[in-house]
């Protein structure tokens, strides 16, 4: 290779190196009220944890959360029907019978469900209009300032299982700013609920529960609620007056155990802030970036908030609302449950480029926990041995059912599997990989095989689908693969004979090559993607199902021209067929499509939709066109965060991507944008990624390897000069792409070059 001339900028590049690693004020949210609604509010969580913050009737009001709080009895009978049962009766076009028993259940019946555990209220009638209301995302700390001067502060301690709220600068008379705490109607004879176009679900009332006891001391609140089977919740409140006319207090909500709280004492202020600012330090220190588009750039920030308020060791992996259930007297929009047929999956994409492999990790924690439950629910219900997924599921992985196309389908493990797969290829933990990763993915490989049958040399499923393509009818069953199934299936076997050529099981290996052999090439024709063989996408439709290998799935590279035309092809097809039928996650997921067509001005355009007409003022996702319908049909607003979630990795997808068996870097960036950066990005091989571009022009890259091993990547410039390593370490292929062999804790810049 010819370098002529070393692009030097020493003030850029010391400049670059030291991105700021915490948010920005412009990041916070900001507003001169309180939110009127709950999916509104401002929101604070610690995985387990979660509070809104927003004002009903008047009041200061906080809705609180707690992820674990179930009530997981049983709607539908699973053991009244199988896999073969629905098969045949799709054979016999008889499936009324399947929809009684597998649909309607999740309707019909309240539970299972996520709960809501109560709200604190306080009168702050007295204290004038409000100034600010802020949300400092570096610190997850909400501040409300009024009038009179009053300053109320909260926040969620990041490692303990407690929140926290204070009053300073209050008026002389104190009592009306006591909490008080609210109840939900759990039992019948409340008043309807207030849905407001939010899909939530039936009253709370409709559990039944017994009625609940609150006691209250001058300085305490403790609320008890039993709920099902001998199960009960808690949630305990403590405050106390401190000089300076301040009140300070704290809460906890605790499930089947005492809501034990530390006694507030009079003369010393609680403790614990300095533990909680340094764990969102550390957090936000994982990995930064800097946008010119400072929508964007501010609506990633507060996705990433978000993921670090979700996701945390110990706490459920993330459901539809995690710590944020509905607090409008209602069931949450679908119970607030698992659905592991895109939205969960979804809502970890950020954190593997993301650098946040410890709030990944709360996947696959929760389906290692349910793993066991998971293997008997397949030889119930799929009558062989391996492992597969309930497509939507309980805290304790149970099914819930509900269009069992997609609630009971045949492939939800795969996808499940996939996260496995992640969490090992972006970390190289040989611990992980040996402990989790293989036997995971070999038990979801091995149920795979065995489901499947083999004809005249090829390998078939008995029944395929394509979420939600024809909802919940016959129809969306076909008996040749879908291409989403089919993707996954591929993805599964191949990830198979990976992980075991790690863990050094040659003949598995070759076997698992053997039954990926064995699957049919995609459903292609001059759309790109078909749903299935005989079906194209012949409408607007609001799940990327068919596109999986595209991505999440990157089987398929658009520098290979036979998946270039499949690709482009397929993004035509759906911009034909236009956005009406989609959600707000739609076009999330559009953005990391596009952009690895590399089609850099459209990814960032959906970006741009996204942000601008499918969230609440607090960015909350609402699945629905919030500005009338001006690009999809659904006006609704029910909250869900897969969508949030999928935004970030769109962010992520413009800056860094890894493919089949390379890193490339800047592949989706718009011309558009002179000044982009990132620092610490995550790569598969575990690789952090820092870039940097000015007036237009890349100027440099540096990878750190956290294990070592091959470095293989497409730089953003044709001629560079590299450092810390030898030159002559330093190989170029033909197609461009770099490669060199980094040692464990190895760095390499690559600086621009230019004639």
């Known amino acids: 290779m010819k370098i002529i001339k070393v692009f030097c900028l020493p003030l850029l590049i010391l400049a670059a190196q030291n991105i700021s690693a915490q948010p920005k004020q412009e990041h916070n949210l900001r507003f001169d009220h309180l939110a009127p609604r709950w999916d509104e509010a401002m929101p604070l969580g610690n995985g387990m944890l979660g509070a809104l913050i927003w004002q009903k009737d008047g009041k200061l009001r906080l809705s609180l959360d707690r992820a674990d709080l179930w009530d997981e009895r049983k709607a539908m009978d699973i053991s009244k029907f199988n896999f073969k049962w629905v098969e045949q009766q799709v054979l016999k076009k008889d499936y009324g019978p399947v929809q009684q028993l597998g649909d309607r259940p999740y309707d019909a019946i309240p539970y299972p469900t996520k709960l809501p555990a109560a709200a604190l209220e306080f009168n702050i009638s007295s204290l004038g209009n409000i100034v600010s209301n802020e949300l400092d995302i570096a610190t997850a700390l909400n501040t409300v300032k009024f009038s009179n001067g009053t300053v109320f502060n909260c926040y969620i301690h990041a490692s303990q299982q407690q929140g926290y709220f204070a009053f300073e600068n209050l008026p002389a008379r104190q009592d009306s700013l ?54 009960y919740y808690e949630v305990g409140v403590r405050w106390q007056k401190y000089p300076g006319n301040k009140i300070i207090g704290s809460w906890t909500v605790s499930k089947d155990q005492p809501a034990d709280l530390p006694p507030l004492s009079p003369g010393k202020e609680p403790t614990g802030w300095n533990a909680h600012t340094g764990w969102w330090e550390k957090f936000w220190a994982q990995s930064s970036l800097t946008l010119p588009d400072k929508a964007i750039e501010k609506q ?73 439950k998971s293997k008997q629910y397949t030889r119930d219900y799929f009558g062989v041995e391996g492992l597969n997924v309930p497509g939507v599921a309980t805290l304790s992985g149970d099914p819930m059912g509900g269009w069992i196309q997609y609630s009971l389908s045949p492939m939800v493990g795969a996808w499940c599997a996939q996260h496995f797969y992640w969490q090992w290829k972006y970390s190289m933990d040989k611990q992980f990989l040996e402990k989790k990763a293989y ?30 393509y024809n909802d919940n009818s016959i129809d969306a069953w076909f008996f040749e693969w879908s291409n989403f199934d089919l993707s996954l299936a591929k993805f599964l076997f191949a990830a198979a004979g990976e992980v075991a050529a790690a863990a050094g099981k040659p003949a598995e290996t070759r076997h698992w090559k053997d039954i990926l052999s064995q699957l049919p090439p995609y459903e292609v024709n001059e759309t790109g993607f078909t749903v299935a063989p005989g079906q194209n996408l012949n409408t607007s439709h609001r799940h990327m199902s068919q596109y999986m290998a595209i991505y999440p799935l990157a089987l398929l590279d658009v520098n290979k021209p036979v998946d270039k035309i499949i690709i482009e092809n397929s993004l035509k097809r759906i911009e034909e067929k236009g956005t009406s039928a989609w959600c707000g996650y739609s076009f999330s997921w559009m953005a990391s499509l596009y952009a690895r067509a590399y089609k850099a001005d459209s990814a960032v355009k959906q970006l741009q939709i996204f942000a601008s007409n499918f969230c609440s003022p607090n960015s909350f996702h609402l699945n629905g066109d919030q500005k009338g319908g001006q690009y999809s049909s659904f006006t609704y607003r029910p909250f869900t965060l897969e969508g949030n979630f999928a935004f970030a990795q769109g962010v992520h997808e413009l800056l860094l991507q890894s493919r089949e068996d390379y890193l490339q870097v800047f592949p989706a960036v718009p011309d558009s944008w002179k000044d982009v950066s990132f620092r610490n990005l995550r790569a598969e091989g575990a690789f952090l990624v820092t870039a940097w571009k000015e007036n237009g022009v890349p100027a440099a890259v540096k990878v750190a390897a956290e294990q070592g091993g091959l470095l293989r990547i497409r730089l953003p410039f044709k001629t560079w000069i590299a450092e810390k390593v030898p030159m002559a370490a330093v190989k170029t292929t033909a197609d461009g792409l770099v490669s060199v062999n980094l040692k464990k804790g190895q760095e390499i810049l690559f600086k621009n070059g230019y004639e």
Do not use: C
Not at 197 to 211: M, P, Q, R, V
Not at 302 to 329: F, H
């Open 178 to 231: 006591l909490p008080q705490l609210v109840v939900h109607n759990y039992n019948k004879g409340a008043a309807k609920p207030d849905n407001a176009n939010s899909h939530a679900g039936e009253g709370l009332e409709k559990l039944g529960y017994a009625k609940g006891t609150v006691r209250r001391s001058a300085n305490a609140i403790l609320y008890h609620q039993p709920t099902y089977e001998g199960h």
């Open 300 to 372: 990633y920030y507060l996705e990433m908030y978000k993921l670090g308020s979700v996701a945390r060791k110990g706490a459920p992996a993330i459901t539809l609302q995690a710590v944020w259930t509905a607090d409008n007297g209602s069931l949450p929009p679908w119970k607030g449950d698992f659905h592991n047929d895109l939205n969960t999956q979804l809502s970890y994409w950020p954190a593997y480029t993301g650098n946040r492999l410890a709030e990944g990790a709360t996947y696959t924690d929760w389906l290692w926990k349910i793993k066991d």
């Open 439 to 468: 036997p995971y993915i070999h038990e979801a490989a091995t149920y795979l095989e065995n489901i499947t049958r083999l004809k005249d040399g090829v390998r078939k499923l008995p029944l395929s689908s394509s979420p939600e």
